[in-house]
Every structure is written in structure tokens, then in C-alpha cells.
């Protein structure tokens, strides 16, 4: 039995897991403007050498938002992956959920998360193994395929084999990465094709999407990852609309107040100014979607170095008329784009250095 949402009968809601961005202080800030019903943790890596990642035991060890934590595994090995599960078992986690999505090439060479697409018979063996291992919830979170969806009954018909609990389902291929269209008729397929309930994953941008969202694909809910750093209501605002009340209007006030809570969450003796104001940009290239349609706020954002120029331009753009209404949609064409922010090298798998909406 899933652990009950907290609207009992209501459709559940999911904070889909994030590297870099899922870790206990963000956590702790989307509990406090309406926790989703289930939270994932970012992924523990699997390998012969993985110890699980302790900045990533602190999420679940750590939690005090009142709601249950998925540990969220990418591997391929069965032995080290069994071994991972036992570790886990020992920290209050809700279940163990397997990432068969990462579509980041350095991550899919190795066969693991997105990679393990192309090869059914092996998310079998993996499934058998993890099934074994876990006497409580095992949860998996897919794509919809690697390069087409030509195995995606098959590996369907896994989740039923091995009585996976719950699956959520980002309907787009590795390949599609985070941009391409969502296709919700796969996820309706899913839906109607597997014994457990299903989380539909991909571009729902607010709560009437997901209503939207829910009555196309028969989802049992929604997992919700990057419009969740624009908008940490949206979890309150999806119950809102699934009773039938319209969400309440967020200003530009408000969003000004999060921005501060998620600055004073995310300081960490020791991390420099500079680099604190950076990891903030990565947030606030979402948040800037919803603040003006012309983009204004971002521009202005990623310029910034200091914690006190940042402070000035949410000021200047967010207090000045903080009773405007924060656009519950991202607004056309104001991308999310890291700038200057972003590291030279090759991106992080998954990071949000990576990932641009
Ligand atoms: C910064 C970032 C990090 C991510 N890290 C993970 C991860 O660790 N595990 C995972 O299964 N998916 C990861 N994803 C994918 C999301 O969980 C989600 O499937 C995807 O962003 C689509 O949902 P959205 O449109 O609501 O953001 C990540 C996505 C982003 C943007």
C-alpha cells in the first residue's frame, strides 16, 4: 500500500527528483508552501565502489516535512545494487525507486538509468533482484523509451511482472531529453496497460495543467519537477484545483519572500559568496519565467554577483509593484538559461547546469 496522500481520494502529488536541487533545505522550502504528497530523493549512484552519498542520506534522515521520502537508485549491477537497497533499508525511506530516465550521455554509456531502455531483458534481471530486496515499495521512474518507444510494452509488462508499486512515467524519449513535447497518449498507455497507479512527469507547468493533464492520461497523479522551482505552491495550488477551487494568486511580493527562504536555506558555512549567488541563479532562471514576459527580471538576475545585487534587483523588480500577480504560467518565450553561472567543461549528468527549460 502507497503511504495515503494528504487529501485522502485526491489525486497524488510527486516532487520529481532533481540533482543538485532535491537535497533536504529544498525540500524543507516546498514543505513550507504545501509539501506534495510523496518526495524523491536526487539519484544515489550504484557502482562497485558506492557508499550511498550522505549529503543525500541527509533528505531522508533529516526530513521534517511530514511527508514520505522515495531513495531514488541508478545502477546496473545487480550485486551492488542489492547491496545499496540493504544500506538503505536501515534510513526511514517510503520505498526505492529505480531511475530508468537520465537521459545524460556520460550516464546512458554506461548502460544505467535512461541507457537501460534498450535493453528489456536486462530491466528484468535488475527488477527480479530489487523485487527480492525490498519487502516494502519499489517504485520505478521511467521514459518512454531510448530512441523511439518500440520496448515500451515490453518493459511495461516488467512493472507488472515484478509488482513494481507505483510508476511514474516522463513521456518522452532519452533522446527528447527535457524539450521536446510531452507525448501524454504513451502515459495514457501506461496508465490503462499496468496493475499499479501511475505519476504522469513532463512539462506540467501549473496546477490546471495538471488537472488537464490527469484527465488525458488517467494518471493516479502527478510528479512535478521544474515548475516547482518556479512556483513551490503548485503543490497546494494542485489540490486546490483537484477539490474544484480556483488557486490562489501569488504575487510578486510573495515570490520575493521565497526567494529570501530559499537563499537562507541553501547558505552553508564555507560555501563563498560568489558561488551561492550562483547556485541561486540556477533556481532563479525558473522562478524569472513567471516574474515579467519580457524577461526583464532574468536579464537583470544573471548579472549579478553579490548577494547584495541580487537582493537589489528582486527588489527593483518584485517589490516595487509586489502586489502584481506572479503568472501562473511560465510566460512565452522567456527561456531558462544558465549564463554565466554555468561551470566550464562538460555539463554535470542531470545537473541544473545542464537542463534548461
Ligand atoms: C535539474 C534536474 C535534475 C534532474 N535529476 C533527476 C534525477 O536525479 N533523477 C530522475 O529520475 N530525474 C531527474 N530529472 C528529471 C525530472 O525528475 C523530471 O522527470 C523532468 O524534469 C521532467 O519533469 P518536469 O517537466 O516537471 O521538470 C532531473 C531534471 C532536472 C531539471
Redesign the pocket.
Known sequence: MLPPGLVPGAPLTAL???????DLAFMRVIAHYGAPDFY?T??FRVHAQSRPEVHILRSIEENTTGRPVFA?L?GEDLGHLARTVRLLLRHPVAGI?L?L??PAPKVYRKNV?GGLLREPARIDEILATLRAEVPGLLTV?MRVGFEDTSNFDRILDLIDKHDVDLL?V?G?TVREM?HAE?RYERIAHATARVRCPVLA????TSAARAAAVLATTGGAGV??????IRNPWIFHQCREVFAGRAPGVITLGQVREYIERLFRATQVDGLAERLHVNKMKKYLNFVGQGVDPQGAFLHAMRRTETERELFAVCDRHLLNEAHLPFSPEPYAGVIARPNCEVPRGEPAP???T??T?
Open positions: 520529481a527528483p532533481m540533482q543538485d536541487v532535491t524523491f536526487e539519484f531514488q541508478i525507486d531511475n530516465g537520465c538509468g521512474k511514474t516522463h518522452r527535457y510531452v512527469n513532463g512539462n506540467i510528479m512535478i519537477g521544474r515548475h516547482a542531470c545537473s541544473l545542464a537542463i527549460a
